[in-house]
């Protein structure tokens, strides 16, 4: 399997919500998106006013991606088709947005969901300073290595 990865193109977009609507934690519809103010249209203007998205390919095909809010210092989204999960994808997609967070940035956020994996995941993965946001969301940090 040949696995690779690069910044989003706006060719890319149907692809990315086919990911995000196809995982099992953190499952979002369209419509649940949509009332998020989260669609096609928004993703599209923030790939075209900076480096923000990065896919990961098998056979052209996306199999998960990456997104940050660069102004704001966040990780906004990191999700793989769950039949490609554990081969690394995740990680070289959250590492490639950190790499640009931190461009600008001492210290990246996200959140999510305290009880998940994807919270084992980016613990995993050096994150920290948790803080609990609400009953269920967890804030994390990390800071750019010297």
């Not at 956020?109 to 920290?128: I, M, V």
């Amino acid at each position: 399997m040949n696995i690779s990865t690069r910044s989003a193109l706006l060719s890319d977009i149907d692809s990315i919500f086919d990911v995000i609507t196809s995982v099992i934690e953190n499952h979002l519809s369209r419509e649940e998106m949509q009332q998020m103010g989260i669609n096609e249209s928004v993703v599209a203007d923030l790939i075209q006013q900076s480096r923000c998205a990065w896919v990961a390919t098998v056979n052209d095909n996306v199999v998960g991606f990456s997104m940050i809010l660069p102004d704001e210092g966040c990780l906004f989204a990191a999700f793989v088709l769950p039949e490609y999960e554990g081969k690394g994808i995740g990680r070289s997609l959250v590492e490639l947005a950190e790499h640009e967070l931190f461009k600008h940035h001492e210290i990246a956020w996200l959140e999510t969901d305290k009880n998940s994996r994807a919270a084992r995941f980016y613990l995993q993965l050096g994150w920290g300073n948790k803080k609990v946001i609400n009953g269920t969301d967890i804030r994390l940090e990390k800071c750019r290595s010297v």
